[in-house]
């Protein structure tokens, strides 16, 4: 069965600290997604990669990067943890034109206390 | 800009009857694919049914069928015999990039519509 898996399904870090959201995939698929989710916002794209080490900012990159050294991998960082980057977070992979939809990870849910 | 728009904060609809959950959506594009995601409360997302723009025949998946309108931009999903298990947020979601670009494959997506089923 393919799969995306994200590393942890909760996280808790304090305010001020860097904060590291691992995502896998096993389908060698071009495409991989880092998307953040909030009640009435639906989801909002923070970085997208279509290659290795190639990124591309998506609609809310402040206060995030990312980091894609092999295909299967792609990572979010979180420099300096703040309370705002409370949330859900997703995790998704795909064919190069995303023909076919995404695949989704089961989400991270990171409070910042 | 693309944009992607679920007018429908809440739904509620009764076991085994149909509900539909509508979208909107903008684009300059004329060839183009759409989709319905389902997000269940245990969070994994799930594709239900996927459109293709140049196809004239609405979509169809077991009880899930869409309402594809290219001339007025509507991608509604319907639900009919509707179940507990399809209880969930329901997203749908449109390509943001231009075919050819290295943003395309891209999705946005709208806002979702919780779906609440009752027995």
């Known amino acids: 069965d393919v799969k995306v898996t994200q590393s942890s399904r909760y996280l808790v870090k304090r305010t001020g600290e860097k904060v590291f959201l691992e995502c896998v995939q096993d389908?060698?698929?071009?495409?991989m997604f880092w998307y953040r989710q909030d009640p009435g916002l639906g989801l909002r794209l923070i970085y997208f990669?279509?290659?290795?080490?190639?990124?591309e900012k998506g609609d809310i990159p402040e206060g995030y990067s990312v980091s894609r050294e092999k295909k299967e991998r792609f990572s979010l960082i979180l420099e300096s943890a703040s309370t705002n980057q409370t949330s859900m977070y997703l995790c998704?992979?795909?064919?190069?034109?995303?023909?076919?939809?995404?695949?989704f990870g089961s989400g991270t849910r990171l409070t910042v206390v | 800009a693309q944009t992607v728009t679920q007018s429908q904060p809440e739904m509620s609809v009764q076991e085994a009857e149909t509900v539909t959950l509508s979208c909107t959506y903008d684009?300059?594009?004329?060839?183009?694919?759409l989709f319905w995601y389902k997000q269940p409360p245990s969070r994994q997302m799930i594709l239900v049914i996927r459109?293709?723009?140049?196809?004239?025949q609405n979509a169809t998946e077991n009880r899930f069928s869409v309402n594809f309108q290219k001339a007025a931009k509507s991608f509604s999903l319907k639900i009919s015999d509707s179940q507990l298990g399809d209880a969930a947020m329901y997203f749908c979601a449109f390509p943001m990039g231009h075919a050819g670009g290295t943003s395309y494959g891209k999705l946005t997506f709208g806002q979702g519509t919780i779906l609440t089923v009752h027995p």
């Open positions: 990669s279509y290659d290795v080490k190639m990124k």
């Open positions: 459109q293709e723009a140049y196809k004239q």
């Open positions: 998704a992979s795909s064919l190069w034109d995303s023909f076919n939809g995404y695949t």
């Open positions: 684009t300059s594009e004329s060839d183009y694919y």
């Open positions: 389908m060698d698929h071009e495409n």
